[in-house]
């Protein structure tokens, strides 16, 4: 058989069986309208009902009425960012501070915003691709409206001092979103302990189904209606329930925290196995914080080539990943991540994100590492990059 | 994405490699863009007689100096010298249009190779090639840095 091993769970992850499961029944034989006031309707109504309990348990919420179903990260993300900005504005509140490498779904909000005339500050993420606490909370200001400072990075897999920033937040009265889509199901997540008050999430990452996610809005924090219609979502989020998706969202955070514990175990074994063995290779860098990291996120950078050609091989070979290489982000700059650690252009165009989840084994590691090496190897052959680098290496010694 | 004449190229590139004693070296792109492509000519009787390439950069920078090198492999000078972009991306049944870039630079890099050769045979090349033969910017703000 043809090997194939799916090393991009950051992207996307596979519906797992027993969450399908759960969904099959509300797509033809549950597929009353939650909001109908017969029992059959009130059937589907209680299906999303116990998906909200899920969700709310899963990350520690007070009450399952704080979790607002979405049609994903990024929706959870503009109606956060958005949302808060626009009602703190009157009260004369302007200012937004955030990171430089959040995820598109914050940093174009902010962009936007801030053509609507708020003021936005990005943290420096330094090398490690960490927040300093102690800077956030000097960026801090009067009219400071809202701190979004995502949970885990998805591209470098690093992982903030959340419970740290949340604290600064409630200190200062500011408000506290994270974007919490590469965190959610894989590591633990408590938003009254770290003092949260809006959280995305996104079902798809934790293998739930796509198009569906959920906004964690604390109990007292004020922001306008996302959909204006009909009742749905206590009327903030208008619009009849994707039934099946949040049905399989619930499922699948449930399943998702019931064996985080030994599959992050799992995972960092293989991570770390990776990343060691990786480093092997020369002019090869890891990126990222080891420690603050998630399980199953691998990051690499290898000298001298391109991340696109990477890829390709690597697909050839069964294998699928991305990367953060001009080429494959569609523009002509790698990604802005991996500038954000301070990363030289021409290094960050060679950078590898491998990303695994419960469907991965130690083999799939192995093999990877064996097949890994030979075409860094051969794309360095062709490089003249690679050359001139090895040239100034020997001219440095 | 890519057609399937890119992907052959890309995966069996044609006359990778260097010539130690060639006749005329090109190297354009630059590693900030993510793209670097360098072209060697052995040239006789004005003929191309060998010609290899080595390519930093994707899989269609790859393919695209893959193939102009077999493009003008064994064709006289004058051909070499109207190599177009176009020919190359019509040679790989086309590319995706945020990567036409890389056919340019392909053009670019035998011209520059054919720069390098009139230039060590005392010959002018401005007139042959043109005054703009060697700008390789591509819409970045990259390069000059
Ligand atoms: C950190 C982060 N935020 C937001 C999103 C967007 O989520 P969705 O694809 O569900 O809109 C993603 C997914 O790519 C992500 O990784």
Redesign the pocket.
């Known amino acids: 058989m043809e090997k194939f091993i799916y090393a991009d769970n950051?992207?996307?992850t596979a519906v797992s069986n027993k969450v399908l499961e759960q969904m099959m029944p509300y797509f033809s034989e549950q597929y009353g309208n939650a909001s109908s006031l017969y029992s059959f309707g009130q059937k589907a109504k209680a299906g999303v009902n116990k998906a909200r309990e899920q969700i709310a348990s899963a990350i520690g919420a007070e009450n399952s009425n704080e979790i607002y179903f979405t049609?994903?990260?990024?929706?959870?993300?503009n109606w956060a960012i958005k949302g808060v900005a626009h009602s703190m504005a009157k009260k004369g509140k302007n200012h937004i501070i955030s990171t430089a490498f959040?995820?598109h779904?914050?940093l174009h909000c902010l962009d936007k915003l801030k053509k609507e005339g708020f003021e936005i500050t990005l943290l420096d993420v330094h090398s490690d691709g960490l927040v300093r606490v102690d800077e956030l909370e000097a960026a801090i200001r009067e009219d400071t409206a809202l701190v979004t400072v995502?949970y885990?990075?998805?591209e470098i897999g690093t992982v903030q001092p959340i419970k740290e920033i949340g604290e600064v937040c409630k200190k200062h009265r500011v408000i506290f979103h994270t974007?919490a889509?590469?965190a959610v199901g894989n590591i633990p997540i408590d938003v009254k302990d770290a003092a949260i008050d809006l959280l995305?999430m996104?079902?798809?990452?934790f293998h739930g189904p796509?198009?569906v996610?959920a906004l964690y809005i604390r109990k007292g924090i004020v922001i306008p209606n996302l959909i204006d219609g009909g009742a749905q979502e206590r009327g903030r989020r208008a619009g009849t329930e994707n039934t099946a998706g949040i049905v399989g969202m619930g499922a699948a955070i449930e399943i998702a925290v019931a064996t985080m514990e030994e599959r992050a175990k799992r995972l960092s074994e293989i991570r770390d196995y990776i990343i060691d063995n990786a480093l092997k290779i020369e002019r090869s860098r890891v990126n990222g914080d080891r420690k603050h990291r998630l399980p199953g996120n691998v990051s690499l950078c290898f000298e001298g080539i391109e991340g696109e050609s990477l890829l390709l091989m690597l697909d050839a070979k069964g294998v699928c990943a991305s990367s953060g290489s001009a080429c494959t982000s569609g523009s002509l700059d790698p990604s802005h991540v991996l500038l954000s650690i301070g990363l030289p252009h021409e290094v960050a165009h060679g950078s590898l994100r491998l990303s695994f989840s419960d469907e991965n084994t130690m083999e799939d590691a192995e093999y990877i590492l064996s097949v890994l090496p030979p075409i860094v190897e051969r794309l360095r052959l062709m490089s003249p990059l690679w050359d001139r680098i090895k040239m100034e290496e020997k001219e440095n010694n | 994405m890519y057609t399937e004449q890119v992907m052959e190229h890309f995966t069996n590139p044609r006359n990778m490699g260097e010539i130690a004693d060639a006749d005329g070296v090109g190297e354009v792109g630059n590693a900030k863009c993510g793209d670097i492509m360098k072209i060697f000519l052995k040239i006789k009787d004005g003929i191309i007689e060998d010609v290899k390439f080595k390519t930093y950069g994707c899989a269609s920078a790859i393919a695209t100096s893959s193939i102009a090198t077999e493009m003008i492999k064994g064709h006289s000078i004058e051909e070499a010298v109207a190599l177009s972009n176009k020919a190359v991306v019509e040679a790989l049944g086309g590319l995706p249009a945020h990567k036409i870039h890389c056919s340019v630079l392909a053009e670019q890099a035998v011209k520059a190779a054919l720069w390098n050769y009139y230039d060590k045979q005392g010959i002018d090349p401005a007139p042959i090639l043109g005054e703009n033969a060697l700008c390789d910017c591509h819409d970045c703000d990259h390069c000059g840095e």
Do not use: C, I, L
């Open positions: 950051a992207a996307t049609g994903g990260g990024s929706e959870s993300d959040e995820h779904a914050v995502m885990a990075n998805n974007d889509v590469q995305s996104s079902s798809h990452k796509k198009g996610g």
